[in-house]
């Protein structure tokens, strides 16, 4: 079953703009990480954020944490358009037996 | 290069007929797993493997069949395949740190059961 919901399904915007990805889950959790998959390709992942922590930075990613809301937010900065790919978080419902939940995923599509 | 690494990348078969996607990882990773993604749906779990020699049913097991007989290799079976299987299989690896399990995953293969 799915754990994460990620907001909005797609989303479309121009090169240089900030694109903003939202993921709710519904249970507690270890960490909660993102992962991006190029079209029809393998999932990569990009950040993890752990239950302690409020933000995370890495490159032009950034990613915060709402635990009370169970709720996190990934912002990719001065969007390019390789940056165009699907967005999927995942969490770990609070288990250390190594499964992961994954959301269905945002459409991210950058135009030139 | 570290690298999870699946074969057939393509595979086009009919009803019935037993099939193997084989899986192997080279970073000496504890705990493997089997996804399909379909459109709409996302990513669902299959089958995980947490070491050698233990398996267990992720959210869509039926139909599949999995055996970790070595650590770095993770088949996934299907004893007879039917349309609705039909998807975009994944496998992925993964180890410990601390409470920390990030996913490593292969390329990818296409399947489609007429």
């Known amino acids: 079953s799915q754990q994460g919901e990620e907001d909005p399904q797609a989303l479309s915007i121009q090169e240089g703009e900030n694109a903003t990805m939202n993921c709710s889950y519904k249970t507690s959790i270890n960490n909660l990480q993102w992962y991006r998959q190029n079209s029809g390709r393998g999932l990569v992942h990009l950040i993890l954020i752990r239950s302690n922590e409020r933000e995370k930075h890495s ?5 915060t944490l709402d635990t009370s809301k ?13 940056d165009t790919a699907s967005y999927f978080c995942a969490t770990d419902r609070g288990s250390t037996l190594g499964r992961l939940y994954f959301g269905r995923g945002t459409q991210l599509t950058v135009w030139p | 290069e570290a690298q999870v690494t699946q074969n057939p990348r393509y595979l086009i078969t009919v009803t019935g007929k037993k099939l193997t996607v084989t899986c ?20 669902r779990q299959i089958y995980y493997s947490m070491n050698v020699e233990v398996t267990d049913k992720g959210d869509v097991p039926e139909g599949y069949k999995v055996s970790r007989k070595e650590k770095r290799n993770f088949p ?14 994944f ?5 410990r740190r601390d409470r920390d399990y990030e996913q490593y995953f292969g390329p990818g293969t296409r399947l489609t059961v007429t």
């Open chain 1, 70 to 82: 169970k709720s996190s937010s990934l912002l990719i900065t001065a969007s390019r358009a390789a």
């Open chain 2, 24 to 43: 192997s990882q080279n970073m000496n990773h504890e705990y493997m797993s089997w996804y399909r993604q379909d459109p709409g749906l996302g990513l």
């Open chain 2, 76 to 89: 996934l079976i299907l004893e007879s395949p039917s349309p609705n299987q039909t998807s975009l299989y």
């Open chain 1, 59 to 63: 490159g032009r990613l950034r990613v």
């Open chain 2, 91 to 95: 496998c992925a690896s993964s180890f």
